[in-house]
C-alpha cells in the first residue's frame, strides 16, 4: 500500500528509479483512481525511459491525458507521444486512430498550450500525412473546426518549419478551400465565427511584417465562385483575409481582381480600408504612412479599372490624413 502523504508524487519516484511496465501500470491505475494527479506525468515525457515501455501501455498514457480535455495535459501527451514514436534511430510506425485523436483533440483551445507543443505537434502532423495520406484532409478540417474556438491555435501550429496547414493547402488549393468554406458554414449555422488571421497572415511574424499569407495560394476563381454564394457575407468576410496590395505579384492581383469585381459594395469597400490600414510598424508613424501613400500611387499606374481607381484614391486619403496628423505629433515631441 502507498502512504498517502506520498502517493501523488509516486511517478516522480519511478522516473528517479527506473520505468517498467507493470510499474507504468501501476501509476495508470492510480491517476484513474485519483490518488495521484495526472499532471505528474509532465515528467515522463522527456525520459528515455519512456521508450523501452511496451506500446499498449504507452498508448493508454496519452490517452489518459486525453480523457479530461485539459490543455496542459494535452501538450503532454504530444510530447510523451513524439518521444514514444519519432526519436532519431528509434521511430517506430504510428497509431493512426490515437495519433488523429491526439493532433485534433478540442483540448488545443484550452488556453496557450499549442505554442509550447506545436514543434511536436507539426512533425507529429508531418509523419501522420506521410504514412495515412488519405486522411490529410480529415486532418486538415478538424484542425480548422478546433481553431474556431482558441485565437492562436492556426498561427502556433504553422510557425514551425513544416508548415503542415499552408503547405496542405498550397497543394491542393481547391480541397483546402472547400475544407475551410464547410467549417465556415459549420461556424455560421451554430454562431460562432472562424477567425481570418491565419489565412492572412500564416504562422506568427515579426511586427511591420505585411507579406501576404496562405490566402494568396487559392485561385481567384475558387475564391470569387464562394463569394458569389453569399456576397454580402462572403465578401465581407473575404476583406479581412486579402493581402494588403494591388501590386503586380500573383498576391496584388487576386486583391485587384476582387476590387474590380466587388469593390462597388459598400461595405466591402469599408471592409477592405479597415484591412489595409491595420498595420504594425517601428519608427516614425509619419515614415510609415508616407511609405503607404507612394506604394498605393504606384497602383493606380497603367489600371483601366474605374472601380479600382476609385477605391485606390479613396484609400490614399487615409494615409494622407495620417501623415499630417502623425506629423504634427511628431513636432510636439520635439
Known amino acids: 500500500m502507498l502512504d498517502p502523504a506520498t502517493a501523488d508524487r509516486f511517478s516522480d519516484f519511478v522516473v528517479n528509479s527506473g520505468m517498467t511496465d507493470v510499474i507504468a501500470r501501476r501509476v495508470i491505475d492510480q491517476c484513474r483512481g485519483g490518488l495521484q494527479s495526472k499532471d505528474r506525468l509532465e515528467r515522463w515525457w522527456f525520459d528515455r525511459q519512456l521508450q523501452q515501455l511496451d506500446e499498449g501501455i504507452v498508448k493508454e498514457l496519452i490517452g489518459l491525458q486525453l480523457e479530461d480535455g485539459v490543455g496542459t495535459l494535452w501538450s503532454n501527451a504530444v510530447q510523451m507521444c513524439h518521444t514514444f514514436y519519432m526519436e532519431k534511430e528509434n521511430e517506430r510506425p504510428l497509431p493512426e486512430e490515437l495519433l488523429f485523436e491526439l493532433l485534433t483533440a478540442d483540448a488545443m483551445a484550452d488556453g496557450r498550450v499549442v505554442h509550447s507543443a506545436s514543434y511536436y505537434w507539426s512533425r507529429l502532423a508531418k509523419a501522420f500525412i506521410n504514412q495515412f495520406p488519405h486522411r490529410e484532409w480529415d486532418l486538415f478540417r478538424q484542425v480548422f473546426r478546433v481553431a474556431m474556438h482558441g485565437w492562436s491555435i492556426l498561427e502556433d501550429l504553422d510557425t514551425n518549419e513544416e508548415a503542415i496547414l499552408t503547405t496542405s493547402l498550397r497543394k491542393d488549393p481547391k480541397t483546402a478551400w472547400a475544407c475551410i468554406a464547410g467549417v465556415y458554414r459549420e461556424a455560421r449555422e451554430r454562431g460562432d465565427y472562424l477567425r481570418q488571421h491565419w489565412l492572412a497572415a500564416g504562422g506568427h511574424r515579426i511586427i511591420g511584417d505585411d507579406n501576404p499569407g496562405p490566402i494568396q495560394f487559392v485561385p481567384a476563381e475558387v475564391l470569387f465562385d464562394w463569394v458569389d454564394e453569399n456576397v454580402e457575407q462572403h465578401g465581407y468576410w ?26 462597388k459594395d459598400e461595405s466591402i469597400r469599408r471592409g477592405l480600408y479597415a484591412h489595409f490600414h491595420s498595420h504594425g510598424w517601428c519608427g516614425n508613424a509619419s515614415d510609415h504612412y508616407r511609405k503607404l501613400r507612394e506604394q498605393a500611387r504606384g497602383w493606380l499606374t497603367g489600371e483601366k479599372s474605374v472601380t479600382v481607381i476609385r477605391w485606390i484614391e479613396d484609400y490614399i486619403d487615409g494615409p494622407s ?14
Open 238 to 263: 473575404l476583406t479581412r483575409v486579402l493581402p494588403k496590395t494591388l501590386d503586380e505579384s500573383s498576391a496584388g492581383r487576386l486583391t485587384r481582381d476582387f476590387v474590380a469585381r466587388y469593390g
Open 321 to 334: 490624413y495620417d501623415i499630417e496628423r502623425a506629423e504634427i505629433e511628431e513636432e510636439r515631441r520635439i
